[in-house]
């Protein structure tokens, strides 16, 4: 009879915590049940300070204009997903993440694709390059990028000129010195100093047809000719003066040659 008893019981006990961990999870993934409205929204972005396209009000605003901002918001009527994909459907969204809480907040987590240049090419083109190689729609962003000018198709900036503009951004002194790379019809590349009246020549990136290789390729590439361009402008022209010479030639290893400024 007590062996009996103590079975009834433990399964009474049983049942009863089970009753209790569904209330408990149904609880907390409907927050409608203890917080019917949306009362905050946290939005996000992971690089704000650098230069992206992103903010947290050009977020909201995508939202607002797709009916999507959850604030004051049935929290029934949220759709962390819905506000997720029209995210994603912005160029310059590289990943969006979306959740709510019990206690009617609202979290937005977002990372972008982060400009490394502009190109603006012989053709009219007009676009940014992110720092992964891919092209990014041209917008009213005024950050003070590189530009890159010439003879760039599509196919070249995402596979040679991407991996360029990322080893001068890595640098801060050359990053703020370069103001343009100029592409040649040969594929030559020509860089622009802000400070310095001359060109600076550095010949043609490596080529091949293995990308893990090409990134290594011109970024030691670019190192050396930069290398070389540091050590002649504190040896050399800051002695002989910053507008002596109109164009300097990079291409060799072993030499530097020099156009006088006339």
């Known amino acids: 009879m007590k062996a009996r008893l103590r079975n009834i019981l433990k399964v009474t006990l049983c049942a009863a915590l089970a009753v209790y961990v569904v209330l408990a999870m149904t ?3 409907n927050p409608k049940d203890t917080y019917p409205v949306c009362a905050k929204v946290t939005i996000s972005i992971e690089d704000g300070s650098t230069n992206g396209f992103l903010s947290a009000d050009e977020i909201k605003r995508i939202l607002e204009r797709n009916r999507l901002y959850p604030y004051k918001k049935r929290m029934a009527d949220v759709n962390p997903r819905d ?16 959740y709510k809480t019990k ?7 977002v990372t972008q694709r982060l400009p490394v240049i502009r190109v603006k090419n012989s053709r009219g083109e007009d676009y940014y390059l992110d720092d992964h190689g891919g092209i990014m729609p041209n917008s009213n962003y005024t950050s003070d990028l590189i530009i890159a000018t010439g003879n760039i198709s599509k196919w070249y900036a ?4 991407a991996n360029l503009a ?3 951004m890595k640098d801060d002194f050359w990053k703020n010195q370069i103001v343009q790379v100029n592409i040649l019809p040969d594929l030559g590349v020509e860089l622009v100093p802000r400070v310095g009246d001359h060109i600076v020549y550095i010949g043609v990136l490596p080529q091949t047809k293995y990308v893990n290789r090409r990134k290594a390729m011109i970024a030691d590439f670019t190192a050396k000719k930069l290398d ?11 002695q002989a003066g910053w507008n002596k010479y109109s164009y300097i030639d990079l291409e060799f290893d072993n030499q530097i040659i020099c156009k006088k400024s006339k």
């Open 27 to 29: 609880s907390f993934n």
């Open 103 to 109: 206690d009617g907040c609202v979290y937005i987590s």
């Open 228 to 238: 070389r361009l540091g050590k002649f402008y504190k040896y050399g022209l800051s």
């Open 83 to 98: 506000i997720e994909d029209k995210l994603k459907d912005s160029p310059f969204v590289k990943t969006a993440q979306c």
């Open 158 to 161: 995402r596979n040679y000129l």
């Open 166 to 168: 990322i080893e001068i």
